[in-house]
């Protein structure tokens, strides 16, 4: 069986038979979608592992994003032989599941190696058992790369050659490989503090950007949400008939609806838009709205000291109160997969007022999103 942490109610992919020997067929389904549905199968130059990504996010294996849009024969091999190492790491290895950062970071390695056996005219069997080969990869690729080779090899040895069909350097070297890439982490120097006075610029920017955009969020949002109903509304005039005829809209022949600059003018934003920088179209109010959603996620980091991939999984009802000796403390409910093998756990953060306004102006697009694809978030935190 797979060794993947499967959420309730999903479906896992095929089981696969150790005994014959051989790769699955390129038919074998590696994962599936909750209603059952083949989200991939083994043959397939692309894996969907979002089936099986706790965060729920687009969570691709790409197998031949190195070899460009027209590989070549031995291209084609060395892909092959990516796929049964990745089918190793999640069929065969022993232990718990690996996370899906873990398969990426396996990936990326696999690949960076391809890569370099295709321009060296080697074999991805010499990269993993022969020092000199492995010696000259590392010159080439960086030694970032050295702790997660050893861990590679450690990993595939814990298999067994007679399953992974792969020779391995000797222990001594694997040891010797891990040694060396913890000691280019240890070299790695810390970033000098930022000086106070520009730090609180870097914080000043982004508030400046949620006040400004607060004052006009009902406006903005409106627009953008009507725009969002009406698939001709806000759009030139070769646009609306182009819509017109690819939707099957009926219209009134020389009728049209007014253009975004009109809008703009409707609504009271024309000065905001010019002001920001932002091209007079929807895509111009798509990216005004990621420009502050994008000031909001560093406001919560600031604020909460949370990491990337947390703040970037927030559930929408994240924030609560505690009062606690007549003083009320601001939560930031969520998840987080440190310390815990990449699963995730629920935890929490304490936050400020300005992280509590961050958090609702990222929930205020948030709505427009939901309102727009008729969906209702969630009660639960997780």
């Known amino acids: 069986e797979p060794k993947i942490n499967l959420p309730t109610k999903y479906s896992a992919p095929d089981s696969y038979d150790a005994t014959a020997g051989r790769p699955p067929a390129s038919d074998f389904v590696v994962?599936?979608?909750?209603?059952?549905?083949v989200a991939s199968r083994y043959g397939e130059p692309v894996w969907d592992w979002t089936p099986y990504n706790h965060t729920g996010k687009s969570s691709p294996l790409?197998?031949?994003?190195?070899?460009?849009?027209?590989?070549?024969?031995?291209?084609?091999?060395?892909?092959?032989?990516?796929?049964?190492?990745?089918?190793?790491?999640?069929?065969?290895?022993?232990?718990?599941?690996?996370?899906?950062?873990?398969l990426l970071n396996y990936l990326l390695l696999l690949t960076r190696i391809a890569r370099f056996v295709d321009e060296n005219a080697v074999s991805i069997?010499?990269?993993?058992?022969?020092?000199?080969?492995?010696?000259?990869?590392?010159?080439?690729?960086?030694?970032?790369?050295?702790?997660?080779?050893?861990?590679?090899?450690?990993?595939?040895?814990?298999?067994?050659?007679p399953l992974t069909r792969c020779p391995l350097v000797s222990r001594a070297l694997?040891?010797?490989?891990?040694?060396?890439?913890?000691?280019?982490?240890?070299?790695?120097?810390?970033?000098?503090?930022?000086?106070?006075?520009?730090y609180s610029e870097m914080l000043a920017r982004p508030m400046r950007e949620i006040d400004e955009f607060e004052e006009i969020a009902d406006q903005y949002l409106a627009l953008v949400e009507a725009c969002?109903?009406?698939?001709?509304?806000?759009?030139?005039?070769?646009?609306?008939?182009?819509?017109?005829?690819?939707?099957?809209i009926e219209r009134v022949r020389g009728k049209y609806y007014p253009g975004f600059s009109a809008l703009l003018q409707e609504y009271g934003l024309l000065d905001y838009f010019e002001r920001k920088g932002l091209a007079l179209t929807l895509k111009g109010a798509a990216r005004g709205l990621s420009r502050i959603n994008l000031c909001a996620k560093l406001l919560i980091h600031?604020?909460?000291?949370?990491?990337?991939?947390?703040?970037?999984?927030?559930?929408?009802?994240?924030?609560?109160?505690?009062?606690?000796?007549?003083?009320?403390?601001?939560?930031i409910l969520g998840n987080t997969t440190k310390h815990n093998r990449g699963r995730k756990k629920a935890t929490r953060w304490v936050t400020s007022v300005e992280g509590v306004r961050a958090v609702e102006i990222a929930r205020r697009?948030?709505?427009?999103?939901?309102?727009?694809?008729?969906?209702?978030?969630?009660r639960s935190p997780s």
């Open 302 to 331: 600031a604020y909460s000291g949370m990491r990337y991939g947390e703040a970037r999984n927030l559930p929408y009802h994240c924030l609560k109160q505690h009062t606690h000796a007549g003083r009320v403390h601001h939560l």
């Open 31 to 37: 994962s599936r979608h909750i209603d059952g549905a």
């Open 228 to 248: 969002v109903a009406n698939p001709l509304l806000g759009r030139t005039k070769c646009q609306q008939l182009d819509v017109a005829r690819w939707r099957g």
């Open 174 to 198: 694997q040891k010797a490989l891990s040694a060396r890439g913890k000691a280019h982490r240890t070299n790695y120097q810390q970033v000098p503090p930022i000086p106070t006075r520009i």
């Open 125 to 161: 069997k010499n990269v993993l058992s022969d020092p000199e080969t492995i010696l000259r990869f590392l010159e080439s690729a960086g030694e970032w790369y050295a702790r997660l080779l050893a861990s590679l090899i450690r990993t595939l040895r814990s298999i067994g050659e």
């Open 62 to 102: 790409m197998f031949a994003s190195w070899c460009g849009e027209r590989p070549t024969r031995s291209q084609l091999a060395l892909v092959e032989e990516i796929h049964w190492l990745m089918f190793v790491l999640i069929w065969l290895r022993p232990g718990r599941p690996l996370s899906y950062a873990s």
């Open 365 to 378: 697009i948030a709505d427009l999103v939901y309102r727009a694809l008729r969906v209702t978030p969630a």
